[in-house]
Structure formats: structure tokens, C-alpha cells
């Protein structure tokens, strides 16, 4: 078994769960970084922790499929021998479509990666993380997103319905393990500058939509891997059931 402590990070092959993780291993975390398809960007971001020193392992696995979470936590006993901490950071949005538009297997495709996939995320993490069961307590970071709040009208309701469970999973959850050493927190991204707006069609999203935002600028993934690794450590010891909103004022 390591001495680090462990981070996964779903999703963290690209954009924020990239930064999430380099960020994690910069401050002596071994990270396993989850990914489902572009092997060659997760093998790059362990590569870069290795490079700096840490450790790091990619593990492919999609969280629209339950065996493969079961799976992937398999993984991280097996090649860390413990679990710390886990950032709920995988999601997916779609085209813009407005919800008379809207197909059956694009909604469930919706809530199954975003929601049931998180929520199984967290189950297998609390199952090795609580005092309950044994473990030595932890964190979990869930990346909800300012769409919880403002609905996306006419964009992506279904992803904003999804975030808005993701807040309350955060709440539920923070409240049913705070006695089992778990803190359990979410941050609320606004438009931050990742390739998730190409995967919607709209590659230019982010820089289109500066001049709504009060800070009139996206943001960068960076500053919301700072936001995550504040809430997963110890100087945020009595933090629990919190969304932090990183978005430049929306
Ligand atoms: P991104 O650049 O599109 O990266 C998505 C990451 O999730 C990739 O590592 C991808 O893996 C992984 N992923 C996608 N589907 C998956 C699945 N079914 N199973 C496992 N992994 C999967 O996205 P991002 O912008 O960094 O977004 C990260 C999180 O922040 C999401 O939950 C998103 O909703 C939230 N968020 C983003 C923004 C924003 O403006 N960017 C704003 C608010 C909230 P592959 O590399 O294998 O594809």
C-alpha cells in the first residue's frame, strides 16, 4: 500500500479533471485518472506526473456502464492499495436542442453519465473511504455547474437538470457520512474554456459568451482544479454540504 494518499479523478484525461489532476499530484497526491475513449490524453497527464515525480495510472472506464465503475475501482485497490479522495468530475453535455426536441436516449444517456454515474462513483468511494466500513475517512469534490441555477433555456435543460442533482446529491450525502470521516463538497463551474463546448457544437462558446460574464472573460481549468484541491484538503477540515460557485461573477 502507498503512503500518499489517492486521488481519483473521473474524467480526468482533458480540461478541468486534467488540471484537477495535475494539480493533485503537484501537491503529493498519486492520482489515477479515469478517461473513457482518448486513451493517448490520459497516458499524456500521467505521463506529466510522472515526469514531475508523482505517481499516476489511467484507467478506462465509461461511467455510463456500472461494471466498468466497479471495475475501475478494482483498479485503484489493486495498483494503490487505498483510496483518499475522489472528484466526481466526468460529464458530458449535448447539441442544443429545446426539450420538445429532445429524444428519450439523449436524456437517458444524459442522466445516466452525470448522474447515475456519480452517484455510483460516490458509493464505491464511500464504501472504502468511511470509518464505517473501515477506512480512514476522506473527500469527495462532485463538479456540479452554474447551469444548476440558471437552466440553460433553450441550450441544454437536461444537462442543467442533471447538475441541479448533482447539488443536492452533494448536500444529501455531505449530511449522511459527516460523523464517517467524509466531507463531501461541489463546485459550480461557470463557462470555463475546455473542449466540452466542441462536444455540444459549439466550439466557440466559451470566448462567445465572455461579454455576459461579470468578470467578461471565461475561465481556465486551472482555476478551478485550485477551487477542488482547497476543498479536498485538510484546511478545509470543517467544510462539508458546500457548492462553491467559480464563475467569474454569472
Ligand atoms: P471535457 O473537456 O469535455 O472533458 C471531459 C472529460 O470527461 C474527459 O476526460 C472525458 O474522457 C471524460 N468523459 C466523458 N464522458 C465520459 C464517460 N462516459 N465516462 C468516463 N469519462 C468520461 O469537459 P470539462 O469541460 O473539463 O468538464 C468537466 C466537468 O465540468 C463536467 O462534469 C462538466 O459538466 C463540468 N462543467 C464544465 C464547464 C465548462 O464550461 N467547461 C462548466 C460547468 C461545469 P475522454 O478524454 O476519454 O473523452
Redesign the pocket.
Known sequence: MTEAPVLLV????????AAVSLLAASRGWHVAV?????QK??EEVVAAIEAAGGKGVAIK????NAAEIVSMFEVVDKHFGRLDGLVN?????DIPQRIDEMSAERVERMMR??VT?SILCAGEAVRRMSTKHGGRGGAIVN?S???AKLGSPGQYVDYAAS?AAIDTLTIGLAREVATEGIRVNAIR????D????A?GGLPDR?REMASSIPMQRPGR?EEVADAVLYLLSPTASYITGAILDVSGGR
Open positions: 473521473t474524467g480526468g484525461s482533458r480540461g478541468i479533471g479515469n478517461y473513457t475513449s482518448n490524453a490520459a472506464a465509461d461511467l455510463g468530475n466526468a460529464g458530458i453535455v453519465i452525470n454515474g463538479i455547474s452554474m447551469a447538475k463551474p461557470g463557462v470555463i475546455t473542449d466540452i463546448h462536444s466559451a481549468a
